[in-house]
């Protein structure tokens, strides 16, 4: 396949301003007449006196008819291949025209989940990024924007809900029209919009409603559609997206446009959620909440992805991307507003911890390995590929430097600046920096290597005090990724920086904004009295490695006094890591783990049996480095030796701090126990999670009264949160509370297919001898299916991602047997088997002989007849 390149954009030959779609609605069949209006898109459309061919997208369509302005084209005038639909130039009128085709899709064979498919018992579309082409022969790409209005008719009684983007215009019954025991319903869309925002629900649901005003006064419906079985889970969604329309007006100043906001669960979906205008669709997983079926982890995220779709109907919709290498453009400022909300919903601290965590683990990851890219990607071949957590997470870091750098005040100019120049149309990242810039009169040129290069920098501090000049100078060195080159120009990295007093007391210097442009500068501070530790990279400010040589006592200090939430936990974090290392280093050379050292036993001591304000920051202080940001922080990661020192550490601190674990765990259980009804309050999801912090540690002794603590909780269970915490800790253990655990959790969640999930994941993530047969055999039951998106990743995705030991197993077998998930699962849903095939890039950094074995399995796939391209494209770029 050949890629598309960012350096050859040009606009298309013509624009379509118009559109309107006629769906004959069946989930076998669905007939869609599409009458578009086509123009010219601008003088140099035409070249000479030869008008340009119309060369339109169409995917997977039968089509029975075309005409132009009426009239039925000659065969002659027009071709028809798998991919395209051509007219020639001169079969096209000089102006103005109407298009009209005619097609038949077929939707319950649409396994991709892109374009128009069944799902449940309701017909849904997905268009982001190239789905639109398998409804109807299009300009399928987001410069093409326009005025939609959409009339569709289906069967009475199996689809008795019909929506699509915009308002009704109005809704009833044309026998006569649609056949006896059909309905109808006409939309409009006011504002225009690029195809790939283009959504149709049609099928058996029901919802819940509510109304919002907003700030101008301006009455929204609010409607949550789901199956019948899930709506009463909806609520806590309905509450998130108000508490995100305020918010956003709040902050940002920017109100809801259309009198009607629909959102609908839908079961099967290749991600979380899809903002289409005025008609959301979220997968399940991230809309439905009740205390049975979700954690406290999935309400957090239900608020921050009902957030971040409503978000995008500015940031995004309103304004949307010219292209789909400016992704970013969208994604990575909603990214950052939808956790900019998320803080003001809960906690800053705890939430841009878990953001830099998850940023580790999986960007980091991501840019250590051969599918590294920029924030801005300049080649793709499938661009369902790209929606990376580069271009998302990077991307809202990003994001946060332009904040960081200009100020709360100084952001907001550029967001306002940016809207007034830009509302209604499809640009460029370049547009967004260049709003930033003019809104604040800085130069921001050099922001631009954060969009060229991909790769994590590396910053080096090194500082001096001088206490007799009492100046304190800091060095910072930034040295580029090897992705990027070594000759790669040097960013423009903001350093949230302070210094502290080494008495512990608090600060000596507030906290400022160091702006590191050079290869290396040294920032000079005077007037800096008595002895002070400096405080770098606060609240992670730039997305880099910071490498700062600080002894252990340093660290010990920091995660007592640091004043900066960010870098406290950082500092536990930096300790953790640096013993986890050198545990996983000796195991490489077979050299014994030895002690836990006590500065850590000490540090971790302390952080536990202080009774801090926020339960969350302390579960977090406690929480170990991941196997992934550990392998992404190492030049040659052996797996083994690595999931040896997670376990020793993990058991290591356990048995040196039972005690005071258990003693935490009881004050926390005891507290919940005290506690009414279940609520996703902060608060109470941070005794939760210290309590299950505590238990997740206790576990991994594995001894006769931990077991039991873990079936107490399970069977005592008052919510998901306190079942699964329970189930997954019972899940390690070596004697048959293992599978007694196993049963009561299936036992509560057989009949909910999200709870279920959590079942499988469990599972499958479970550290045991057995566990490929397992997840065998998971995949053998009937509740198991490669064809439900939500299914396939809590089994093959959560042992690929989790379950670190069987899949890095040394005889390959673990990699064998997600090779074969992927060719498996291609064949049904490209997307989801090229996410698969991600597991596989990280090769190149592991010791030779998993590397070798690993290689082996993309260059088997490589060789695959029939491989979809999404997938191609993901193997070929990590044998590079
Ligand atoms: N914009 C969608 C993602 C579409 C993914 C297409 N493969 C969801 C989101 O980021 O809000
Ligand atoms: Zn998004």
Redo the contacts with the bound molecule.
Sequence with gaps: PVPKLRADYAPPAYAIKKVHLDFALGADETTVTADLAVEPWDAGARTGDARADLVLDGEELTLDALSIDGTPLEPSAYSHGPTSLTIRGAALPAGAFTLRTVVRTKPRLNTALSGLYYSGRMLCTQC??EGFRRITFFLDRPDVMAVYSVRMAGPQAAMPVLLSNGNLLKAGVDEARDGPGSHFAEWADPFPKPSYLFALVAGALQHISSSYVTRSGRTVTLNIYSEPESVDALEYAMGALKRSMRWDEEVFGLEYDLDLFNIVAVSDF??????NKGLNVFNTACVLARPWSATDADYERVEGVVA??YF?NWTGNRVTCRDWFQLTLK?GL?VYRDQAFSADMSSEAVKRISDVRMLRARQFAEDASPLAHPIRPESYVAM?NF?TATVYEKGAEVIRMYAALLGKAGFRKGMDLYFKRHDGAAVTCDDFRKAMADANGRDLAQFEGWYTQPGTPTVHATWAHDAGARTFSLTLRQVPPAAAGASAPPLHVPVAFALLRADGSGEALGERVLELTEREATFTLNDVEGEVVPSILRGFSAPVHLVAQRTDAELAFLMAHETDAFNRWEAANALMTRVLLGAADAGARREPLGEVPAVLLDACRATLVERAADRSLQALALALPDFDTLSSSVEVVHPQPLCAAIGWLKKGLAAALKPELLSVYAQCAADDAATAAYSPDAESIGRRRLRDACLSYLSALDEADTTALCMQQLKGARCMTDALAAFSAASRVSGPARLEASAIFADKVKDDPLALDKWYRTRAAADVPSALSEVRELMSLPSFSLTNPNRVRAVVGAFTALNHKTFHKEDGSGYAFTAQCVIDLDKINP?VAARLARSFSAWRRLEPASGALMKAQLEQLQRTPGLSRNTLEIVNTSLQ
């Design positions: 982001e990024a290749n991600m979380g959620a899809m903002e971040h779709e995008h994604e909603t369902d929606y997307q």
